[in-house]
């Protein structure tokens, strides 16, 4: 079974500063996908960013890219430019060969103003 | 874009209660996933669809069923509610997982 770390329950960040979040996993899969969803208060879950395993580039999304190091099964997320509008909940998400998906525990991220 | 349109938004019942919960996914996805997220928590898998056939199983009650039908929508039914039942409720669809997509969400209250 896999399993998700996020080592960090609660970050805080001062507007336009950068901020990384971390996350690492276990698995004995070698396919597979790793995603960073946002959950603001409103609860919906948004789609941050998401990284193909076998792709050794790096994602990025505009603000946001990811640190991924697969043989330390490690997949960081980093915030440039933070913004009061980023101020949610964070999860990590693993995505096997069956396609559900396992989360971790998730960071509190608050930007501050 | 067309989106992941859950059903109803929100749902009180009541101990011992039944509730059907509805999700229609993203048109040509074949792949319809339900989640779970109580309070503080993150969301855990309960089951999946693959066109139509239960294609995985997690820590889904047996008090809980749910398919998924010709059209591609799925419901989850719940029933003999518990108060531990209250939580939120997300479906997703994905396509081999490209644009793997979550619903809004129903937020279920037992009362």
């Known amino acids: 079974a896999q399993t998700v770390t996020q080592s960090q329950p609660e970050m805080s960040v001062q507007e336009a500063e950068t901020v990384t979040l971390s996350c690492t996993y276990d698995t004995s899969e070698n396919n597979y996908y790793l995603f960073w969803y946002k959950q603001p208060p409103s609860r919906q879950m948004i789609l941050v960013i998401r990284?193909?395993?076998?792709?050794?580039q790096n994602a990025t999304e505009n603000r946001f890219s990811v640190n991924f190091q697969k043989a330390a099964k490690s997949f960081s997320l980093k915030i440039s430019d933070s913004q009061l509008g980023d101020t949610a909940m964070y999860f990590c998400?693993?995505?096997?060969?069956?396609?559900?998906?396992?989360f971790g525990k998730g960071t509190l991220l608050t930007v501050n103003p | 874009a067309a989106g992941v349109i859950q059903s109803p938004r929100h749902l009180i019942k009541e101990k011992r209660e039944t509730a059907t919960l509805k999700c229609y996914p993203i048109p040509r996805h074949d792949t319809v996933y339900w989640y779970q997220q109580g309070p503080g928590q993150d969301p855990q898998f309960l089951i999946s669809f693959y066109e139509k056939m239960q294609s995985d199983k997690g820590s889904i009650p047996d008090r809980f069923s749910a398919q998924q039908f010709s059209d591609y929508h799925s419901e989850l039914n719940m029933s003999s509610l518990e108060l531990g039942d209250s939580a939120l409720y997300f479906c997703?669809?994905?396509?081999?997982?490209?644009?793997?997509?979550f619903g809004s969400g129903t937020r279920l209250t037992v009362v």
């Open positions: 997703a669809s994905s396509l081999v997982t490209h644009g793997y997509t």
């Open positions: 990284q193909e395993a076998y792709k050794q």
């Open positions: 998400a693993f995505g096997g060969s069956n396609y559900k998906l396992t």
